[in-house]
């Protein structure tokens, strides 16, 4: 809503000069009496013709969310090995599956936390469904030190069992939760503690720090099917029809 906002706004001024007669020569500029005449004819024609300001917006709208997807597909097929392939990044329902699903995310997110049970759904009603997970921690230092436990969990192979349980907290994430949830998988909290200050967990983080970035990724959830970002909570439908774009090709 408020991308739609800015970008109405932003578009005001080119409507109005797409309405304002042009000068033909320099010598030809308006006068300032001129110009304010201009501003009240523009000013009664929108008034007049409010449905014509909101065609002509939704218009502007439509074109700039092409360029965006546009952009954004150009940008996920150059970085599509880093995004479905890295060897770092947990896999999630069929490893094997036929249309992968990227997801950035972060535990304290109360959007990731909504559409988690979704993604859980789907995977059980489509078991083609490949879903990678990239640690995306961007709220917080207690962000950060949940993603490094996942990647703990991960190479003990409990990721899994890991990440379900820190979706299902109904208390505020912190370090000692984080750890809580790390024992109640089978992991030794002080182990998990130590090797989740790591080298390796570092640059794996890092790692997805950059990609975000060279995809213009600045929130969490943000969900790469195919060709097509979905930023944000995304319905079950949602993901189901961008899937089915994918196994289109």
């Known amino acids: 809503m408020f991308t739609s906002l800015r970008h109405s706004l932003l578009l005001l001024p080119l409507l109005a000069l797409a309405l304002a007669p042009m000068p033909s020569r320099a010598d030809d500029a308006l006068t300032p ?14 008034i007049k013709n409010p449905k014509a ?13 092409e360029d965006e997807q546009s952009q954004a ?3 996920i097929q150059t970085n599509r090995e880093a995004l479905e392939q890295d060897p770092t990044s947990p896999v999630l329902g069929n490893p094997k599956g036929d249309v992968t699903i990227v997801e950035f995310f972060d535990y304290r997110c109360p959007y990731c936390k909504v559409t988690a049970p979704t993604l859980q759904t789907l995977i059980g009603k489509d078991p083609k469904v490949r879903l990678v997970m990239k640690e995306f921690p961007i709220l917080g230092k207690e962000s950060v030190f949940a993603s490094r436990v996942a ?3 991960q190479k ?3 990721y899994a069992e890991f990440h379900e349980a820190m979706f ?3 208390t505020k994430l912190d370090d000692d939760t984080t750890l809580a949830v790390a024992k109640s998988v089978g992991l030794d909290p002080a182990q998990v ?3 989740a200050d790591s080298s390796d967990i570092d ?11 060279q995809l213009n990724i600045g929130g969490t959830p943000a969900f790469i099917i195919g060709d097509a970002l979905l930023p944000g909570a995304v319905e079950l439908k949602d993901f189901q029809d961008a899937i089915a774009a994918a196994r289109k090709g």
């Open 33 to 46: 009496a001129q110009t304010d005449q201009v501003n009240k004819l523009i000013h009664d024609y929108f």
């Open 53 to 65: 300001l909101i065609e002509a917006i939704e218009h502007a709208e439509a074109s700039v969310k």
């Open 193 to 195: 503690k130590k090797e």
């Open 73 to 75: 597909k150009a940008l």
């Open 203 to 213: 640059a794996i983080l890092k790692h997805n720090y950059e990609l975000a970035k």
């Open 168 to 170: 299902a907290l109904k």
């Open 151 to 153: 990647l703990v969990a």
């Open 156 to 158: 003990h192979g409990k």
